[in-house]
């Protein structure tokens, strides 16, 4: 009995030795060589400060700026409280938030309606995109917040705007934060 001890105790140590630490630090290893933008979150940094991050959503509440999807992950936009809101279809918290930012958009651009992502969160409560109408709807304000011509904003978008990949999987969308720091760039708030 005592030799069966040893012998998974040595087991046990071992194994965590190779895929608790060995395991892991060669994956990161890898990672880092082969795709190190991706292994360290696709951040997208402005004069040497990081700004976002490609693939985690953030807020932009500014009237100069285009609005990314609801946040239901923790106060909004939280990576490390990403989830839904885990409220269903019928809940009255839901509909009221819900009819809230519809009428709020609609304020801003009575005559069009609204698309869907503009109001309701993604799966994660972190999409960094809106579609392609969801963009198309904020031009107006985004114009006349900016004092540019509604073209060259739609241009910028048509610019960012990525199309499904393999022509098949997903749809086409946009990035919100590079889209926004497209816009600062080119057409920079006062």
Same mark, same amino acid.
């Given at each position: 009995?005592?030799?069966?001890?040893?012998?998974?105790?040595?087991?046990?140590?071992?194994?965590?030795?190779?895929?608790?630490?060995?395991? $892991?630090?060669?994956?990161?290893?890898?990672?880092?060589?082969?795709?190190?933008?991706?292994?360290?979150?696709?951040?997208? #940094?402005?004069?040497?400060?990081?700004? !976002?991050?490609?693939?985690?959503?953030?807020?932009?509440? !500014?009237?100069?700026?285009?609005?990314?999807?609801?946040?239901?992950?923790?106060?909004?936009?939280?990576?490390?409280?990403? !989830?839904?809101?885990?409220?269903?279809?019928?809940?009255?918290?839901?509909?009221?938030?819900?009819?809230?930012?519809?009428?709020?958009?609609?304020?801003?651009?009575?005559?069009?309606?609204?698309?869907?992502?503009?109001?309701?969160?993604?799966?994660?409560?972190?999409?960094?995109?809106?579609? $392609?109408?969801?963009?198309?709807?904020?031009?107006?304000?985004?114009?006349? #917040?900016?004092?540019?011509? #509604?073209?060259?904003?739609?241009?910028?978008?048509?610019?960012?705007?990525?199309?499904?990949?393999?022509?098949?999987?997903?749809?086409?969308?946009?990035?919100?934060?590079?889209?926004?720091?497209?816009?600062?760039?080119?057409?920079?708030?006062?």
């Amino acid at each position: 009995m005592k030799k069966d001890l040893l012998i998974a105790l040595w087991f046990t140590l071992v194994t965590t030795v190779m895929f608790g630490i060995l395991y $892991p630090l060669a994956i990161t290893g890898l990672a880092q060589v082969l795709f190190p933008d991706r292994a360290n979150g696709q951040l997208i #940094e402005r004069n040497r400060k990081v700004v !976002g991050s490609r693939i985690i959503g953030q807020a932009f509440s !500014g009237p100069g700026y285009f609005h990314s999807r609801p946040s239901s992950a923790g106060t909004g936009y939280d990576p490390t409280s990403s !989830g839904g809101s885990n409220l269903g279809p019928t809940n009255k918290t839901l509909l009221d938030r819900v009819t809230a930012d519809v009428q709020k958009a609609q304020a801003e651009n009575p005559s069009t309606t609204v698309p869907i992502d503009l109001v309701t969160a993604s799966a994660s409560g972190l999409d960094p995109d809106i579609s $392609p109408a969801s963009a198309e709807f904020q031009i107006p304000r985004i114009a006349r #917040e900016r004092h540019v011509a #509604e073209s060259g904003v739609r241009a910028l978008v048509a610019r960012y705007t990525q199309p499904r990949q393999f022509r098949i999987l997903g749809e086409p969308r946009v990035n919100v934060l590079q889209l926004n720091l497209a816009l600062d760039s080119s057409n920079p708030l006062y």
